[in-house]
């Protein structure tokens, strides 16, 4: 458990759930007394499939320029599923701070232990109660009445793990999305349904919701910004796009923008010293 100064944790799964849940970010501002761009959160695209479990407090989607705008009909559900974002999303947390848990499903993971295609939900965020199986509804349910986030996450294993092991043969390894995609690419050029190039971008849209090039520029940009966070210094751009497969600097930093909704330097400052990018530093 890695532990912050903002009421953000990072849970990382066991074993037992390798290639099943990517992370757990778990977040308490009850007592932090949080103002003004403190109750800004920034998230980046991201290809997962998402679980938000808000025990006490709300949130708000904004539609910022240059951001995912709030899907049709959001709201603060209490159990709230998402699926891949092709954007960076800008939300805002009540004053009186939110509590809540959101859980990081790979795609076709998700899809295999609920039948949820990935697709369906792309830019999207509804009522998990519209769409979870009845067994994954009162589990879902039940964890608001846990004593603590330390029981939660000990419910989250035992209620994932036994009905994972009999479908991780499928699974796509790895911590980091580049690990994930060569895993999935795998799969999807061996598959028996045929080889062909289209058929495979089909298997790929199929299991992960979206296409081969969104899933490596998502990749190429994880790499890339855990690239420029381990240097003490702001990086040469222009050597670390050549290094993590981009065209050139200018590739890197609309690729960036577009991806986060800022350019790489202001990213990588904004990371470091505002209290908003949070999920960013938990990341790293």
């Not at 589990?139 to 036994?162: C, H, Q, V, Y």
């Not at 994972?164 to 043969?169: E, F, I, K, L, S």
């Amino acid at each position: 458990m890695i532990r912050m100064n903002d009421g953000a944790r990072l849970w990382l799964p066991p074993l037992s759930l390798a290639g099943c849940v990517r992370a757990g970010f778990l977040r308490d501002t009850r007592s932090l007394l949080l103002h003004g761009d403190e109750l800004d959160t920034y998230y980046p695209a991201s290809p997962l499939v998402c679980l938000t479990f808000t025990f006490a407090g709300s949130a708000e989607w904004l539609a910022s320029p240059g951001f995912v705008p709030p899907s049709a009909g959001f709201r603060v559900w209490p159990v709230a599923l998402s699926g891949p974002i092709t954007g960076p999303t800008h939300l805002r947390v009540a004053p009186a701070g939110v509590h809540g848990l959101q859980l990081l499903f790979l795609p076709d993971a998700f899809r295999l232990l609920t039948g949820i295609d990935a697709a369906s939900l792309v830019d999207r965020c509804v009522d998990a109660a519209s769409l979870l199986p009845p067994d994954w509804l009162d589990w879902t349910a039940s964890l608001a009445g846990l004593a603590d986030d330390e029981a939660r996450l000990a419910a989250i294993e035992a209620f994932l793990a036994p009905r994972w092991q009999p479908v991780a043969a499928h699974e796509g390894a790895g911590q980091r999305y580049s690990q994930w995609l060569e895993a999935l690419a795998v799969r999807a050029a061996g598959s028996a349904a045929g080889r062909s190039m289209r058929q495979f971008e089909r298997r790929i849209k199929a299991w992960a919701g979206l296409p081969m090039r969104e899933l490596r520029a998502v990749s190429r940009g994880e790499q890339a910004f855990l690239a420029a966070v381990a240097e003490a210094q702001a990086p040469s751009w222009a050597e670390l796009a050549l290094q993590t497969d981009y065209a050139d600097q200018s590739h890197l930093c609309r690729e960036t923008r577009r991806l986060t909704g800022f350019s790489p330097e202001d990213l990588r400052q904004r990371m470091r010293s505002e209290l908003a990018f949070w999920p960013y530093r938990l990341w790293t």
